[in-house]
């Protein structure tokens, strides 16, 4: 469509009519969703199929891979709910959350605000907090293994101060074992963390952080009052990450370890379901309690959104 606009001389000159927002409606809209179908399939296949299937194997009675299945029921949930270890394993993970979330959060958010007023040598710390991150973890539980045994270095040093009385065999005690682990976990995720915290502090204006020094605020309340309320929305995105990763993760690091011992002292849901599944060959109890684990995470994701949304 072209429009006729005259000139001072009388000429009549025609021009491009400019696109109205009737003319991009008529655009297809069509190809957005058609690229996302393989997206779609994969996701329900891969994501949605292995939920409902947790779900199904729940209420079998299923004593191994190639043995017969029968329908069991509730019985699964009452066997699981009688079952004592069942009860320690979520003590354990109740503690580890609550031990190590929040330090992982608050340790790392302070450090990713260092990181982000860029003191001298900043890009190196960069790299140094990640590297947690790029250490496999067989190895890391190497690490600790070797610190933590009973010749190991953490008893070595305290019989080198002095402290020789409060040497320990650490993952195998039931005092300490859990404990042993939760250290692991902060030690893995707090740099990585860091390293997020201050990417997204980068973006916050450098206005708000100089207004509140004219205002005589020092860094710990420009820190905790003017910075954290701007990303609170991504630090619970950040924090829903690391639940889910301690929630879910936890079971390797029981493997590597302490094969969930001394007894049941550092056995976690998510290892209870490995154990059942893998060495006492029972599905259906492995999967019931796979199944309380998905409720708590979605529980445990929606309370922490709840919790970090924006108040304005």
């Not at 690229?35 to 079998?60: D, E, K, Q």
């Amino acid at each position: 469509m072209t429009t006729l606009t005259s000139t001072p001389g009388g000429a009549a000159i025609r021009q491009p009519a400019p696109p109205s927002a009737t003319g991009r409606s008529r655009i297809p809209r069509q190809g957005g969703t058609i690229l996302a179908v393989p997206a779609l399939v994969w996701y329900a296949i891969f994501m949605i199929g292995p939920v409902i299937a947790i779900f199904v194997i729940a209420a079998l009675h299923w004593p191994g891979m190639l043995q017969p299945v029968s329908f069991a029921g509730l019985g699964n949930l009452r066997t699981v709910l009688d079952d004592p270890i069942f009860w320690d394993a979520v003590r354990n993970t109740a503690v580890q959350l609550a031990v190590a979330l929040p330090i992982m959060i608050v340790c790392a958010y302070m450090l990713g605000y260092y990181v982000a007023q860029k003191p001298p040598g900043h890009r190196i710390i960069r790299y140094l907090l990640f590297i947690p991150g790029l250490i496999s973890t067989p190895a890391k539980a190497m690490v600790f293994y070797a610190a933590l045994s009973p010749d190991g270095l953490a008893n070595g040093a305290l019989q080198s101060v002095g402290l020789g009385s409060l040497t320990d065999a650490w993952l195998a005690s039931p005092s300490t074992a859990l404990a042993c682990l939760i250290a692991l976990d902060v030690w893995s995720g707090i740099g990585f963390t860091a390293v997020l915290f201050a990417a997204r502090l980068d973006s916050v204006p450098d206005d708000l952080g100089e207004a509140a020094q004219l205002d005589g605020a020092g860094h710990w309340r420009t820190m905790w009052r003017i910075h954290f309320p701007v990303i609170r929305d991504y630090v619970g995105v950040v924090t829903m990450l690391q639940f889910l990763w301690t929630l879910f993760g936890s079971a390797q690091h029981v493997l590597l370890l302490t094969q969930g011992g001394p007894g049941s002292s550092s056995t976690t849901l998510s290892f209870l379901v490995y154990q059942k599944a893998f060495i006492a060959a029972d599905l259906g109890y492995s999967q019931t309690v796979g199944v309380i684990l998905f409720l708590a995470g979605l529980v445990g994701l929606l309370t922490i959104r709840r919790a970090f949304r924006q108040n304005y």
